[in-house]
Structures are given as C-alpha cells and as structure tokens.
C-alpha cells in the first residue's frame, strides 16, 4: 500500500478567467490557440517552461516537415505558418533531405512570442496545470502551481495540448497507454560546434546515406531517398568497447550551420521510459546525457569533420514521442491512415505519413488521409478538446497523428471549434461541423 497523507481544506484564489484556456505551447498548442484567437474570443496559452513551442523548442526538434517530398500532398494552415514566419523571421535554413525548413530552434522561442504577441493571445509561462475544476461532467477550468503558488484559471472551454493528455486524465476522461515496453522511446538531443562542414559534406557526398540504413520496414518507394543518417562511427565505437552492449545509439542529423554548429543531432534514442513517470524522466534525463557523451565522443574518434567539434547544448528536455491517448467519439485506426480514410467531420487533411514501430512510409505519391474531429473530443468530459499526440487512434495511427505538423492540424481545428462553441452556445460535442469546417477553410486549412 502507497502512504498518504492527508492535506487540509483550503481556499484557491482565482488567477483569471478567459473563453479558451489551452494547456501546453507546443506545435499544437501553439496552433490552438492562435486558431482561437484569430475567431475573436478571449485566449490564454499556459505553458510549463519559459518559452513556447514545446518539442521544437524544448527538445530542439528542428525538422517539423521532414517528410515532405516531391509528390508530397501537404497540409495547409497554421502548420506551414510556423516554417513561413520562421523563414520571414531568419530562423530556418533548408532542411537536408525534405523540401522542407529546419527551424532555428533558439530563434523560434521569439518566433513563437511574435505569433502569440501578434493574435492577442494572453501568455502564461512557468505555470503547471495539477487538476481538472469540473462542474458535473463539464470541465470549468484547472487548477495551477506555480512561483506564484497554487492558483485556479476559470475558462469556458479547455484545450489539452499537453501531449501527455495530462488535463483529460486530470478530469477522469478515459484513455488508454501501452505498456511501457511496447511504447516508441524517448530521446535526449543535443548539438556541438566547431565541426569542420565542408569536411564532413564531403564526406556524406563520398557515402550517402539512404532510408535502408535506418533498418525499417518500408513500402519500398522510399529506399532510394537521401537520408542524414549517422550509425558507423557508433558501431565502430561499439566494436573497440568504448560504447556499452545493449546501448543502441545512431539516428539523424539535420542542420550544420556555415559557422560549424551540427545544431540537432537525433541520435539518443532510449526505449522503457515512462514520460507520466518522474522517476523515469529523471532517469531519462540523466541517462540520455550519458549516452549523449558516448556519442560525441564517437562521432569525434570516427567521423571526419567532427575532430575538433565540442559538444554545445542537450535538448532542455526530453522528447517524448508517445504517452496517454484518449478514448474519443472516434478512434483513428491504421486503415484509416493507410487506406485514405474519408470523414464527414474533417478538420484537415494529412500525408499518408507513417514513422514509428519500425516502419516508415514518405508521402511521395500524393496519397492522404483526412483528419476527423471525433479523435479530438473525450469520450465523457464535456468542453474539453485533445490535440497533438495524445489524440484517440491506434498504435499505428499514432505513428501518424504524432508528426508535429499533424499535431497543428489537431489544435487548429481545436482552437477553432472551442471558439464556435462559444459563440453557437454549444458544447464542443455539439459543433455544427459544417460551420466549423468553414470557419477552418476561412484561416486557410485544407479540408480536402
């Protein structure tokens, strides 16, 4: 049995109230919000860290549309907004292997604090939400910790975008989690300096890397593709001793700056970590830097460019690609996204686009699925709304709706339906979805 104390009764002043609290800033908070907004009713975004922009700028992910490719049917919207304002902004470079932007993941922090500034968004930073406020079956608001102590923020309709479905657990809707060992891994990345760029260009010139090398199951399309993939100076460090047996350490790199800062190196990959377990963040954290110095040190021993590169940053946190998932009014399956899955309630489209559990398939023949509200809205709490990748679906779906470009089309149309639920004085169960798919199509998403 667990020992437990007993906490006395107390009183919580109320920090505010607004229309549309959304809980978390990453891609699709981010997208929440500003969708929100851009409808006229009152928004805050609340956000854990001291930036907003989550994985991108937390976890330093760079490549938010890495699977874009000739061929490729893409989103529109909020999404695409990010790379376009990034780029406006000086804060992307081409990325290497898509037809896509590798954003500046330091510069996105003001990206991000220019779009929200911009739609009038209230802002709340280093505020953590710890409970649901719920009236009946109907979400009011969350209670909040912070510097400031423990506050209440009031709100007509909430948005979980916390990636973790923290608030839904919170309010007692129902979801589902894997079992740890079946759940993708997490990741600690990190950047150096000082590499050598035009000496390692040539050298990835003189042996290209291909989506073979990663080892996945592929629909064969793909194999030929260009991929920055790094595995053999980490094989060959295995092999000397110098990396432990049962650490598996190779994956990506994205940017090299002309200054020579490798600025994302994805290649700490750690499975059986829990991301709702403190214990195992904690261990995740201190491992993955662990690993991250075996990784440095190999990539100086062995590949050429990196002699003299240092290390320069870890990720701020730990990238975390799959936790809790709702149960919604529906469940996204994998026929769904494989197969071209057509949905009276679309809030957006994505690419057939699958990249987890050892398969990966690239959007490169036009193929898409639509993305419907139903994967958006808890089964139970009413005015609550789910986006990024704690959505309803499958395990293979979830290899889809995790990408973070599917995670903005999942809060735009978030933040726009708990707007025009506002203003029709419906729950967000209740949406006219022909009035919300309008509404998107006027902020520029895709519907078809």
């Known amino acids: 049995m667990v020992k437990q104390i007993t906490e006395a009764a107390r009183k919580t002043p109320v920090l505010t109230e607004t229309d549309v609290l959304v809980i978390g800033s990453g891609p699709s908070g981010l997208a929440a919000a500003l969708a929100a907004a851009r409808e006229g009713v009152d928004t805050m975004l609340v956000e854990r860290y001291g930036c907003f922009g989550g994985c991108i700028t937390q976890a330093g992910v760079e490549s938010i549309a890495w699977y874009r490719h000739i061929g490729t ?50 802002p709340l930073l280093h505020c953590w939400a710890v409970d649901a406020i719920l009236a009946g079956d109907t979400i009011r608001g969350v209670v909040t910790e912070s510097k400031s102590g423990r506050q209440a923020i009031l709100a007509r309709r909430v948005i979980d975008a916390s990636g973790d479905a923290d608030v839904a657990h919170l309010a007692g809707a129902p979801w589902r989690m894997a079992p740890v060992k079946e759940r993708l891994g997490v990741t600690v990345s990190f950047s150096m300096c000082g590499v050598d760029r035009q000496r390692f260009m040539a050298h990835v010139r ?59 190196l994805n290649l700490v990959y750690m499975p059986g970590v829990d991301a709702t377990n403190v214990r195992d963040l904690t261990y995740g954290e201190i491992e993955g830097r ?89 089964a139970e709490v009413e005015n609550l709304l789910v986006a990024g990748r704690c959505v309803a679906g499958d395990q293979i779906s979830h290899a889809a709706t995790r990408a973070m470009m599917c995670c903005a089309v999942t809060g735009q149309g978030a933040g726009v339906a708990a707007a025009l639920s506002i203003q029709d004085d419906v729950t967000c169960r209740q949406v006219n979805i022909k009035r919300l798919q309008n509404r998107l199509i006027r902020q520029g998403v895709r519907i078809h």
């Open 206 to 264: 003189d042996r290209p890397a291909t989506i073979t090398d990663w080892g996945v199951e592929t629909t064969g399309k793909e194999d030929h593709l260009f991929s920055p993939y790094l595995a053999e100076p980490f094989a060959r460090a295995k092999a000397a001793g110098e990396i432990p047996e049962g650490v598996n350490i190779a994956g990506t790199w994205s940017r090299i700056s002309a200054h020579g800062d490798a600025t994302y």
């Open 73 to 122: 049917v893409d989103i529109q919207g909020i999404g695409v907004e990010f790379e376009q304002r990034a780029r406006a902004m000086g804060a992307s470079d081409p990325e290497p292997q898509s037809r896509s932007d590798a954003l500046n993941t330091e510069l996105f922090k003001v990206v991000a604090d220019t779009l929200v500034t911009e739609a009038g968004i209230t």
């Open 290 to 378: 662990r690993q991250v110095m075996w990784a440095a040190q190999a990539l100086q021993k062995y590949t050429p460019g990196f002699e003299k590169a240092q290390l320069r940053s870890f990720g701020a946190a730990l990238g975390t690609r799959e936790s809790r998932k709702i149960i919604g009014m529906y469940n996204l399956t994998a026929d769904d996204v494989r197969r071209q899955g057509r949905f009276t309630d679309a809030i957006g489209i994505f690419p057939e686009f699958i990249d987890g559990y050892g398969e990966l398939v690239l959007p490169s023949t036009g193929r898409y699925f639509q993305v419907p509200y139903g994967i958006l809205v808890p």
